[in-house]
């Protein structure tokens, strides 16, 4: 079965800290896709990075990088120097294509809300 | 370019009655989702559309629950006889293509309260 998960429910920091978001996922499949998603206040998901199970090389997308570790199975998301604009509940996902007939999917973790103070 | 839409925005609406929620999605997006989220926590997937077809009615949580979609356009979600625990954001979503993951861009999803 499918799983993701975001043990920190909540994280609060200041201004210009650096804040890393964990996310540990559990599939069968080998071919897999892995997402992470922004709500910020207004609601609307705002896509942030999508990566496939063959590329483990970490992204770096100005103040934003994601670190996938397959060994581990996790896809750790890191912003540095902090804003109060990133206030908001991060999603990571899932997609395993190979595994249900839903193709792609979606299966949420239960999000990290992230508060940054001035 | 417009994103996906959905309406009505807010909807509160009495236990027992019926109600319909609205998806337009991204013009030629072939592929459409439909998620609930729950106060507080994350995305649950309830039904998806490739065309106007629905392989997979399993993620809908009761039969109360249906869905339609005409063509490769609109789609309605429709919540019969309502319960309390159906009150929750409901979210839909649109892709390009199949397959592959394509990225999924979500609508501002309908808040439904039900009282």
């Known amino acids: 079965a499918q799983k993701v998960t975001q043990a920190q429910t909540e994280i609060s920091v200041v201004e210009k800290e650096d804040v890393t978001l964990d996310c540990v996922y559990e599939t069968r499949d080998t071919t897999y896709y892995l997402f992470w998603y922004k709500q910020p206040p207004s609601g609307e998901l705002v896509f942030l990075i999508r990566?496939?199970?063959?590329?483990?090389q970490n992204e770096i997308s100005g103040r934003y990088s994601w670190n996938f570790q397959k060994s581990t199975s996790s896809f750790n998301f890191t912003i540095t120097a902090s804003q109060v604009v990133d206030s908001a509940v991060y999603f990571c996902a899932l997609s395993d294509p190979g595994v249900n007939n839903a193709g792609n999917m979606l299966t949420f973790g239960g999000g990290t809300r992230l508060m940054v103070k001035p | 370019g417009a994103g996906v839409s959905q309406s009505p925005s807010n909807k509160v609406t009495e236990k027992g009655k019926d109600v319909e929620l609205r998806c337009d999605p991204i013009?030629?997006?072939?592929?459409l989702y439909w998620y609930r989220q729950r106060l507080g926590q994350g995305l649950e997937f309830l039904i998806y559309?490739?065309?106007?077809?629905?392989?997979?009615k399993s993620g809908l949580p009761s039969d109360r629950f249906s869905a339609e979609r005409t063509g490769e356009s609109v789609s309605t979600l429709t919540i019969q006889r309502t319960q309390q625990e159906d009150s929750a954001v409901y979210l839909c979503?649109?892709?390009?293509?199949?397959?592959?993951?394509?990225?999924?861009?979500f609508g501002p999803g309908t808040r439904l309260t039900v009282t």
């Open positions: 559309f490739q065309g106007n077809s629905a392989p997979d």
């Open positions: 013009s030629g997006h072939t592929a």
């Open positions: 979503a649109s892709s390009l293509g199949w397959g592959p993951p394509y990225e999924q861009y």
């Open positions: 990566r496939n199970s063959f590329d483990e």
